[in-house]
């Protein structure tokens, strides 16, 4: 299975530049795009001190019908979408991107 290590460099080339090294939201693109990135660190405290897996996902992941929404961050889904693992969610096992599930872990690891 892809852990933490392969979803922090993942994170470090893809994510980085707007939510910074830390995930903090603090990126160096951060200051000049029209929405602030979130920091990443904080997603279970907002969340009621549960990480909020399946909702993380699909905000990376995109979702099309959604596409006309206005969002600053990218999808990164199309790229993604071929090389799949199983990831539970709720108890089910689902056919989730590597990289994504490997992000997962990573966040995951990293909420305070
Ligand atoms: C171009 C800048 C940019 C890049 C690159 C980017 N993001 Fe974001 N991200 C944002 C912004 C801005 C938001 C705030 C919502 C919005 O406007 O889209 C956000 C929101 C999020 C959220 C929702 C957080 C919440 O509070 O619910 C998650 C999760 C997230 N990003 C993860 C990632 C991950 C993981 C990557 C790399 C695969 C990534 N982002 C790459 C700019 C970016």
Redesign the pocket.
Known sequence: MPDRVDGAA??AS??A???GATAQGNGP?AAD?Q????N?TT?SR?NGGTF?KA??LS??YGDSEQAHLA????Q?GGAMAEDLVPVEFDGIMTPTPRVLAA?LAY?EAIQE
Not at 35 to 38: I, L
Not at 71 to 74: A, E
């Open positions: 993942f994170f893809n994510c530049a707007c939510h693109l795009l929405a602030a990135p979130s990443l997603l907002r909020p909702r993380a905000y990376i969002r600053v961050m990218p990164f992000l966040l």
